[in-house]
């Protein structure tokens, strides 16, 4: 906004020191400081209240035309994306992956797999050791 660099800072400084003094110099700068801070937060809250203004008039003619809602092309939610679902593949059929093996013989293969790794388990080292 203000294009100051240090050495006009640095006159400005030299100059309220010369009119002011020494003893009222840190008062003013103070005072100078407060009264700045209050005009950034006015300005800040003037702004705010011409933006909620600006929004409920631009949601009350939504209200009184429905349809121009659906219309808006320049909508503040974002547009739903649509994702395709994973194809799902289902297991084989028991005949497609041994043929030659009955039901029952699979099944109790599967049986024995199962035992095998809960066995294989318990044998590790850390199975010994208490939680």
């Known amino acids: 906004m203000f294009d100051i660099g240090f050495m006009e800072l640095l006159v400005i400084g030299v100059l309220g020191l010369l009119v002011l003094g020494p003893e009222r110099l840190p008062k003013a700068a ?29 949601l009350k003619e939504k209200l009184n035309d429905p349809m121009a809602t659906f219309l808006d092309e320049d909508s503040s939610f974002p547009k739903p994306s649509i994702k395709k679902e994973p194809d799902i593949k289902e297991e084989p059929d028991i005949k497609e992956v041994a043929p030659d ?12 797999n199962r035992d095998e790794r809960v066995n294989t388990d318990s044998n590790h080292p850390s199975a010994d050791k208490p939680l």
């Open 30 to 58: 103070r005072t100078l400081g407060l009264i700045i801070g209050k005009a950034r937060r006015s300005i800040a809250n003037f702004q705010e209240d011409l933006e909620r203004h600006a929004r409920i008039e631009e």
């Open 101 to 112: 093996r009955t039901e029952k013989q699979l099944k109790e293969d599967a049986a024995n």
